[in-house]
C-alpha cells in the first residue's frame, strides 16, 4: 500500500508566520511520530500519538509547536510565530501495523525555511 | 534515558572494500537497536534491528549489525561496497519495542563510495 506521505515537501515563510505541516500515515497505523531533523542537532523525537492516548509531547521544543491528530488518522504539525532557528526538515512516520509492529515507516519530510 | 554515538561524520571507501560504520549507544534498560539509511532528498529507511532476538542481525541490501552488549555497540557492516551505498546511516535506540517507540538518534554518518 502507500506509504507515509507529508505535504507541502516545501514550505518558506516570513520570521513569525505560522505554517502548518500534515503528515498521512499507513493506512491501520496507530501510531504517529513527529521528528526534526535540523544541521545543528540531528534528528530530534518532537511527538508521538498512539491510538486515542494522550500524546506523548516531551519533544516539543517550546509551546509555540503543537500538533494534532485527527480520527486517529491525519496529524498536523503546527508552529506558530516560526523563528530562524525553526528553519529543518520535519519528518513523519508511523507504526503499529499488523506487520512489523515496532517498525516506524518515515515520509520524505517538509523541508520549513524561515526567512 | 538513551543516548546513541555515532563517531565521526563521513567516512569514504573504495568500491568493493568493507563497509564498517560504529554505533555505541548507552541505555539505563535493555535496548532496542536499529540502522536507519537516507538517500539524497528522500525519507528515512529502515536498514536492519535489534529487538532481543539473535545478535547478529542481517539486513537489507547485505547489510548487517552485530549487538555486542559487553561494549555497548551495534556496528553496520558489509562485506562489499557498492556505488549506491553512498547515503547517510543513522543508527537508533528505544527503550521499548512496539508502536510505542520514541526512537534517539545519533548524529549520522555520511558514507562515500569511490569508483
Known amino acids: 500500500g502507500a506509504g507515509v506521505s507529508q505535504s507541502p515537501s516545501n514550505k518558506v515563510t516570513e520570521k513569525g508566520k505560522d505554517v502548518e505541516l500534515r503528515c498521512d500515515p499507513i493506512?491501520?497505523?496507530?501510531?504517529l511520530y513527529w521528528y526534526r531533523q535540523s544541521l545543528g542537532q540531528g534528528l530530534e523525537f518532537l511527538i508521538y500519538f498512539q491510538g486515542n492516548s494522550a500524546p506523548d509531547k516531551s519533544g516539543l521544543p517550546s509551546d509555540r509547536f503543537s500538533a494534532e491528530r485527527t480520527g486517529g488518522s491525519v496529524s498536523t504539525l503546527t508552529i506558530q510565530r516560526t523563528q530562524q532557528e525553526d528553519s529543518a526538515v520535519y519528518l513523519c512516520?508511523?507504526?503499529?501495523?499488523?506487520?512489523?509492529?515496532?517498525?516506524?515507516?518515515f515520509g520524505p519530510g517538509t523541508r520549513l525555511t524561515v526567512l | 534515558a538513551q543516548s546513541v554515538t555515532q563517531l565521526g561524520s563521513h567516512v569514504s571507501v573504495s568500491e568493493g572494500a568493507l563497509v564498517l560504520l560504529r554505533c555505541n549507544y548507552s541505555?539505563?534498560?535493555?535496548?532496542?537497536l536499529f540502522w536507519y539509511v537516507q538517500y539524497p532528498n528522500q525519507g528515512l529507511q529502515l536498514l536492519l534491528k535489534?529487538?532481543?532476538?539473535?545478535?547478529l542481525v542481517k539486513g537489507i541490501n547485505g547489510f548487517e549489525a552485530e549487538f555486542k552488549k559487553s561494549e555497548t555497540s551495534f556496528h553496520l557492516t558489509k562485506p562489499s561496497a557498492h556505488m549506491s551505498d553512498a547515503a547517510e546511516y543513522f543508527c537508533a535506540v528505544s527503550a521499548t519495542t512496539g508502536a510505542n517507540s520514541k526512537l534517539t538518534f545519533g548524529k549520522g554518518i555520511t558514507l562515500s563510495v569511490r569508483p
Open positions: 535489534y529487538t532481543s532476538a539473535a545478535t
Open positions: 541505555s539505563s534498560v535493555p535496548p532496542y
Open positions: 493506512s491501520g497505523h496507530t501510531a
Open positions: 512516520a508511523s507504526a503499529g501495523g499488523p506487520v512489523s509492529t515496532d517498525t516506524q515507516y
